[in-house]
């Protein structure tokens, strides 16, 4: 979007009523044609703007689209988001990003994508990301602390999922299944992918790529996800913005990723153990390729899951894959 579209989206959303063309025409020193472009472009975008006859145009609703004109206006940061860039079609935010993060980019540019066509899981696995619907976004991370606490960065992002959501959508019943999902009545509502760069003993960049089913209808999940994905729009009833979800979940990663900076994951864990739906259960932990089983007795202050096994050892897991028994 160049400048003089936003600013002529900017004189509409000022307006209560009509803007003339006239005024545009003024305002940024451009013809009428030209006016009549960049209304064409905002209409692209999905911006419903009506023109009448001697009166000029009217926007009548913005897009519920995680476009930078929708998001920056509700940014609370200092930092993340304040380099955006958006993308209407991308295979996955997080090569992006690890692109831009290579090339130097500053802690806290973002990628967010509408779509994503080879969106990633873990270990090689897939993200659906369908477009229009959900959130796909991806964030440059350069924190000076040990690699070795990386993979605390997914219990970080998935305690801000949470309380990104619940401002919006209070009385959810959402949990969080170490290390990196978000669940809401037993389906996963959101994944996190943590892609480290690093040294023995630096970290060069963190990508945090976190992906959130946001208004998709619950048919629109595909045969092996319906029944194991969930969205909030199904859960709460509502169309839910993805832009005011996008800036709330910025402010709270910003804070929240400074703090673990500082003061390590102890003051998070209260919250997040609350929040855990592995306690007391049953569970397969896959570890490189090998295979634990016990019972989850709880996190340890550096976010490790600890199991007790069969034979009653206790063991620490850093970073796995957990199957549960039995809900
Ligand atoms: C994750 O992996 O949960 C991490 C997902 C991260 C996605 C974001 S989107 C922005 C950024 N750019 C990327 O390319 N990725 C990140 P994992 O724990 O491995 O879970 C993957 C599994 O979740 C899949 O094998 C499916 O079973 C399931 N799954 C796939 N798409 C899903 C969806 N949209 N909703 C719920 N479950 C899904």
């Known amino acids: 979007m160049t400048p003089t579209t936003v600013g ?10 009509y803007v003339s063309g006239e005024a545009m025409c003024v305002q940024h020193g ?11 472009g905002l209409r692209e975008l999905g911006y419903r703007i009506s023109s ?21 206006p509700l940014l609370a940061t200092h930092r993340f988001g304040r380099a955006y860039h958006f993308l209407r079609r991308t295979d996955s935010t997080n090569r992006v990003a690890g692109e831009l ?5 500053a802690e806290g540019t973002t990628v967010v994508a509408d779509t994503q066509t080879a969106g990633r899981g873990r270990l090689g696995r897939e993200w659906f990301s369908p477009p229009g619907v959900n959130l796909y976004v991806s964030i440059i991370l350069r924190p000076r602390v040990q690699p070795v606490r990386a993979p605390q960065l997914a219990l970080v992002a998935g305690l801000c999922v949470v309380r990104a959501v619940r401002c919006l959508c209070p009385g959810l019943p959402l949990r969080l299944k170490w290390p990196n999902d978000v669940y809401c009545d037993r389906r996963k509502l959101a994944g996190v992918l943590c892609d480290l760069s690093a040294d023995m003993d630096e970290i060069r960049h963190l990508i945090l790529g976190i992906g959130v089913n946001v208004n998709l ?8 996800l319906a029944g194991a994905a969930v969205t909030l729009q199904e859960m709460a009833g ?5 832009p005011q979800l996008l800036a709330g979940l910025l402010a709270e990663l910003e804070q929240a ?8 994951l102890g003051p998070l864990l ?3 153990r609350h929040l855990s739906i592995l306690e007391g259960r049953e569970v397969r932990v896959h570890v490189l390729g090998q295979e634990l089983t016990g019972t989850v007795t709880g996190l340890s202050r550096e976010g490790a899951l600890r199991l007790r096994t069969a034979t009653g050892k206790v063991r620490e897991v850093l970073s796995g894959d957990v199957t549960v028994a039995e809900w």
């Open 270 to 272: 209260d919250e997040w």
């Open 101 to 105: 993060a290579e090339a130097g980019a």
């Open 257 to 264: 990723v400074e703090l673990w900076v500082d003061e390590g």
């Open 238 to 242: 509502i169309e839910v913005s993805r």
């Open 52 to 72: 009448a006859p001697r009166r000029g145009y009217r926007l009548d609703a913005a897009p519920n689209s995680p476009l930078p004109t929708e998001v920056l």
């Open 8 to 17: 002529i989206l900017d004189l509409l959303r000022r307006s209560q009523g």
């Open 30 to 40: 451009i013809s009428r044609a030209a006016v009549w472009k960049h209304i064409g």
């Open 217 to 224: 209808p619950p048919t629109g999940f595909p045969g092996g």
